[in-house]
């Protein structure tokens, strides 16, 4: 039977997941403000695609300043910096007067994300226990389907106005809100045994776990874990197999972000304008994607740490690679106006789901859970910045590939994406659902093949690789 989480854990990991609530604000809001903003500055397509990329250059160099900053000044000083800098790069935003302005404003929003994103995760894991991990690192996404569906509700509104600005600023708001929220947060109870302040480390964990049975234990596994010296790159170099978990997390991130969901996200208008939506319709037709997204996450959180990370995977791919497929079709065939727009919010909301209940929330969890601890923050700081450097490339070419490559062709190139990545998954992901982060990591620094990891019936060290 499984431990019941207190109240102080869920309070904390849910200010921590506040986080993803600002990286969903500020993902959604371009989708709404980029038409307005081309208007106003006449903005090249050329331009456009880097005003909504500049984010994810700022986000991978976010990642490599939080995977510096996590380890020497910990997770909950570095959250903390992402939040001054969410509130900064917002206002900044909405004052630029120029694409080049805009694009650097832009950049400084990305850095906020990308420590936003690499920390949350890695903190949210640290202070959860292992029966409850999957659901609580699955609410850092819950909320960013939330800022998202926010984002896209305001721009529907604000484009009444064509108030762009205030599109892009009103983020700021919230950032305020989350600055004091994340100023309250302990440290985590791992990073303090790595900084050696084990009495403080203690302290947290009976703080976080309610009670002091079973926290010498957790101490003690996280001493054994750390029993070595060799962290990072140094470690990258020497051991075989924490190369594999950092190539596994390079590999979840890419599946992540060539599911094709962020095309959604930042060209949803395009999108539906493709399917026949003119003018506002587009924006709230792109606000149905967001309440879809934000809901089929509760999904998530409900099975995460019941039916397990595999299988959501696997169902939710195929449900994207079919989604995908379809709306190629449904554009090819250039079905009659009202059946169009119909069938492209029926596909298009599939796969929003299909992605919202695996790879969103599931990617995460995974990336977080199965870098071993001593190679913990260069482990996520390579993955993080692979989920953005494939998220500026899926940012950057949508609109090329639409021009060069054809509507219906677009489409079914991400079906078929889709499609591969559930035979890598099937290959290479395991099953971690209700392990510690102890015996991930002792399952794989002993060499067993990834997809056995925590299998009772594979032998430890058998058939090594994968």
Known sequence: MSKPVTGRARLVAGLAAVAGLMFGLDIGVISGALGLIAQEFDATQLQQEWIVASMMVGASA?????????????????????AVLFVAGSVLCALSGSIGMLIAARVVLGLAIGISTFTAPLY??????????????????????????????????FSYFDAWRWMLGVVAFPGVVYLMGAAFLPASPRWLMMRGRRDAARRALLELRGQARGVSRELAEIDAQLGGHTRGWALFRDNRNFRRSVCLGILLQCIQQFTGMNVVMYYAPRIFGLAGFTDHARLWGTASVGVVNMLATFLAIGLVDRWGRRPMLVCGLLVMSAGMAMLGVMI??????????????GVLLCFVAGFA?????????????????????????CSTTTNWIANMIVGSTFLTLLDHLGQAQTFWLYAVLNAFFVVLVLLFVPETKGLSLERIERDLMAGRRLRDIGRESMPVGSRPGA
């Open 62 to 82: 976010g990642v490599l300043v939080a995977a510096r900053l996590s380890f020497v000044w910990g997770r909950k000083r570095t959250l903390v910096i992402g």
């Open 357 to 381: 209940f695996s790879a969103g929330p599931l990617v995460w969890v995974l990336c977080s859970e199965i870098q071993p601890l001593r190679g913990r923050d260069f482990g996520l700081a």
């Open 332 to 345: 090819r065939m250039g079905a009659d106006p009202g059946m169009q727009q119909a069938m492209a919010v």
């Open 124 to 157: 949210i894991s640290e202070i959860a226990d292992a029966q409850h991990r999957g659901a609580m690192v699955s609410v850092y996404q819950l909320m960013i389907t939330i800022g998202i569906l926010l984002a896209f509700i305001s721009d529907a509104l």
